[in-house]
């Protein structure tokens, strides 16, 4: 199998990317999800099952996740099913033996010059993924590509040619 790095930008509209640095491949998904109708609104989570089978597919070395935590005014359900997001993809991982290490956003965001803006992050990503640029649309892929980078650069691993999308 290939050496692989996965990068995860957590939550349930996440992504999770797996970067190929050998081939020069990028595989971006959208987090899996599931979702249970409440009382007043439809619930999103992160599906263990179809996040593990990713995981199972690519086969990582290494996963990269974004350090994330809830922010004053997000609301306590909200909090509370963006936590059970991460606890979900922690997991995943745990059951899977995949070495898994959280990143501060900040701190890949430094390491790869990457702006705040979410509009800005996107197109910084197209920057970095040139032949890319399909699949990096919106910024959680965008976000879950490069943090999958910043793990690749970490663990001391170089593309050894441009990232294109990998065939299927």
């Not at 790095?5 to 797996?18: C, E, I, L, R």
């Amino acid at each position: 199998m290939s050496f692989c790095v996965a990068g995860v930008d957590p939550g349930s509209n996440g992504a999770v990317a797996f970067l190929y640095p050998e081939e020069g491949w990028l595989c971006v998904y959208d987090m899996p999800v599931f979702k249970v109708d409440g009382t007043k609104r439809t619930f999103t989570y992160a599906d263990g099952i179809g996040l593990a089978d990713l995981i199972e597919a690519h086969n990582p070395v290494h996963t990269y996740l974004e350090k994330v935590h809830a922010m004053a005014g997000d609301g306590l359900v909200g909090a509370w099913s963006f936590a059970d997001n991460f606890g979900t993809i922690k997991g995943v991982h745990a059951g899977l033996r995949v070495p898994l290490t959280q990143v501060p956003p900040q701190v890949w965001k430094k390491s790869l010059r990457v702006p705040a803006d979410k509009k800005q992050s996107s197109s910084r990503a197209r920057e970095l993924f040139p032949a890319c640029s399909s699949l990096l649309t919106r910024s959680d892929k965008a976000e879950a590509a490069m943090i999958g980078l910043y793990g690749l650069l970490h663990l001391g691993h170089a593309a050894t040619k441009r990232f294109g999308i990998k065939p299927t």
